[in-house]
């Protein structure tokens, strides 16, 4: 089945400690998401593909890097974790945002704990 | 500046109707989404709405009024597996997803 897969679900890590994400997608989608949401909050969207033209958010923390080697990845890279990042992590795709068919499909997510 | 309002939390009894609405000012409009998200999990889609008026699939229907801003999720036949948050969000003239906060939904038997 045609998916898009986060590893790890969750992800344990500590204070200033580095830590990567990683997405994957198997729908041959254009355009890859990252987004952080806080419990009871809405997404909120840190970077995103265009094929391989990024895009980032003018808020996201410096802290915060995504790499994307070809279609199918894309990182997530946490230089230094602070408690305030403690969050869920969602990657989503989308054919084209601009199109008919430009629904954004959502990973799993990645619960990251920072002690 | 851009925002999303929903309710933050709404009750319902197993079997009735329930309708949740949204309201949105955005830079532009490219459709509006309805999502589901289960506790500790993704999103899923439920509607894309873009032309005024209203969409039915199955238990769940979505209602546009692009000139009042407004939009609503209406699900009949509320069943337990129906507790959930459901988030509207707007896709902006930039072709970007603006999210609202999500309305937590209840269901009791």
């Known amino acids: 089945d045609a998916m898009v897969i986060q590893n790890p679900r969750y992800q344990v890590t500590q204070f200033g400690k580095p830590v990567t994400l990683s997405c994957s997608q198997t729908?041959?989608?254009?355009?890859m998401y990252w987004y952080q949401q806080k419990s009871s909050q809405a997404p909120k969207l840190l970077f995103h593909?265009?094929?391989?033209?990024?895009?980032n958010e003018a808020d996201t923390p410096d802290n915060f890097q995504s790499r994307r080697p070809n279609t199918s990845f894309c990182f997530l890279d946490i230089r230094s974790p602070g408690l305030g990042d403690a969050a869920m992590y969602l990657c989503?795709?989308?054919?084209?945002?601009?199109?008919?068919?430009?629904?954004?499909?959502f990973g799993p997510g990645t619960r990251l704990t920072v002690l | 500046g851009q925002n999303i309002d929903q309710p933050t939390e709404m009750t319902a009894t197993e079997g009735a109707i329930v309708q949740i609405n949204c309201t949105y000012q955005?830079?532009?409009?490219?459709?509006l989404f309805w999502y589901q998200q289960h506790a500790g999990e993704a999103p899923t889609f439920l509607s894309y709405n873009v032309l005024d008026g209203l969409e039915e699939k199955g238990r769940f229907s979505s209602f546009l009024s692009r000139s009042k801003g407004y939009s609503y999720l209406l699900l009949k036949e509320l069943q337990m597996k129906d507790s959930a948050s459901y988030l509207c969000?707007?896709?902006?003239?930039?072709?970007?997803?603006?999210w609202g906060a999500g309305t937590k939904l209840i269901i009791k038997p």
């Open positions: 969000a707007v896709l902006d003239s930039n072709y970007q997803l603006i």
């Open positions: 955005t830079s532009g409009f490219n459709g």
């Open positions: 989503a795709t989308s054919r084209d945002p601009s199109g008919t068919y430009n629904e954004q499909f």
């Open positions: 729908l041959n989608h254009n355009v």
């Open positions: 593909y265009y094929d391989k033209d990024f895009n």
